[in-house]
């Protein structure tokens, strides 16, 4: 009878328990970000586990059900990465705020991309499976709400001002723009003095912009 079965029965203690439902979801999230949701079974997961396939329904029901507590660590991971990138401390203006944000962000994902969250999402985002709404949803959406705040708050119109949208979106685009393999053969090594000087030309970029946009007539719609 296997380790996983006898889990199950109760005949080993509670900490093994959580050891084996921590190897498969540790397991299941690098081979997720590595190759997909579709091109992942439960038997590649159990066998790099050193767990019995009983395992993943016991724990987790399905594949999806395992799949979907990946997606919640990414979604818990990206809502920390958030309040970090919005934290520039007491005292900031706005625009030092919005260079803080870009900043971080851009660590994140040029630096520390490797780690299994972003090449998750950068999956999702190419790939995208029912998970993205989850993502959308609980992660994106928030931050781009933050984000809008600080727009607005630059321009210093309400948030529901139209321009603002657009402000955000070039914003954003800018930064996981250069998260793609193109992007990478243009600078092949993102250093940390790098990605400040890219973060300080995203900045200024993007205030610069903020600000020939304010100047328009918010009934001028696109």
């Not at 803080?100 to 299994?116: K, N």
């Not at 790939?127 to 321009?155: G, H, Q, T, W, Y």
Request: hydrophobic share 40%.
């Amino acid at each position: 009878m296997s380790n996983e079965v006898d889990q199950i029965n109760g005949a080993i203690p509670a900490a093994a328990d959580h050891e084996t439902r921590q190897r498969l979801l540790e397991v299941a999230q690098r081979l997720f970000a590595e190759h997909g949701f579709q091109d992942v079974s439960i038997r590649d997961i159990c066998k790099e586990a050193n767990a019995n396939v009983a395992a993943v329904n016991y724990y987790f029901r399905d594949k999806w059900a395992l799949y979907l507590e990946v997606i919640r660590i990414n979604v818990e991971f990206s809502k920390k990465l958030s309040d970090m990138a919005h934290d520039a401390g007491p005292g900031k203006s706005p625009e030092e705020r919005l260079h803080h944000y870009i900043r971080t962000i851009l660590h994140h994902t040029l630096r520390d991309g490797q780690c299994w969250q972003g090449r998750l999402m950068a999956r999702e985002m190419a790939d995208p499976s029912p998970a993205l709404d989850v993502i959308f949803k609980e992660a994106i959406r928030p931050n781009s709400e933050r984000v809008a705040a600080l727009v607005a708050e630059i321009m210093g119109v309400p948030r529901t001002d139209h321009r603002v949208n657009g402000c955000v979106g070039s914003i954003q685009t800018q930064i996981y723009g250069l998260a793609n393999p193109v992007a990478k053969r243009f600078v092949p090594e993102f250093t940390p003095e790098v990605i400040d000087g890219i973060a300080r030309h995203i900045a200024e970029f993007s205030l610069g912009g903020i600000r020939a946009v304010a100047q328009h007539s918010d009934k001028a719609k696109p």
